[in-house]
């Protein structure tokens, strides 16, 4: 295959798997409809910074480490899980009651930087993203080009779709705001967000390597 060709299947795939529901997309919704549409896309930034450091890692052959080493796929499975539960339990137990609209007082400090936080260590704390860099990155990588640069330019690929798609759901979020806003409205959203990453937490508890 070509380069183009290789390019070409690889969009195909990863714009698949972009769009698939995950806790990044839950993150990004939840932060777009409760927050506002800046820590939304703070979310995604982070997000997108996780998935970069695993394409290095990859890249530089520290991913095929966690993929081959229990024990540091262990320690980052139960880090992540553990993060997850105590994001959902968080939500569940103080849920917030109004919307935070992005015309109301910008947040200071490192609150304004809360979200692109959520969004980096979710990621970086998900070894299933490592093992999966490392499963499906090298699968497009053309004959003759050198791995490590190549792979790295397809998880900066994958970023790119991934904003984009991000970009997308914060735009749709937008005609709801003013339901949003409604009394109740938010604390219901709050606990449910909350119940979907205990979810993905106890699911990435039990995931397996393979």
Known sequence: ??????????????????????????MVLRAATVEGRRPAAFAAIGIGLGCLIWGAAVALGLGAVVTASPLAFSV???????????LGVGLIWKPRRTLALDRAAAPGGKARFDPLRRGLL???????????????????????????????LLACIHVVLGLIWFAAL???TIPIGRWMARPGV???????????????????????RG
């Open 1 to 26: 295959m070509t380069v183009a060709q290789v390019l070409l299947a690889y969009l195909l795939a990863a714009g698949l798997l972009t769009v698939t529901p995950g806790v990044d997309t839950a």
């Open 122 to 152: 979710t990621n970086l704390l998900n070894p299933k993203v490592g093992v999966f860099y490392v499963s499906f990155l090298p699968q497009f990588t053309p004959p003759g080009l050198p791995m490590a640069p190549w792979v790295f």
């Open 186 to 208: 938010v604390t219901v959203m709050d606990r449910l967000t909350g119940c979907v990453f205990i979810g993905f937490g106890a699911r990435l508890a039990l995931s397996q």
């Open 170 to 172: 914060i735009a749709a």
């Open 76 to 86: 980052l499975k139960w880090a992540g899980a553990a993060y997850l539960l105590y």
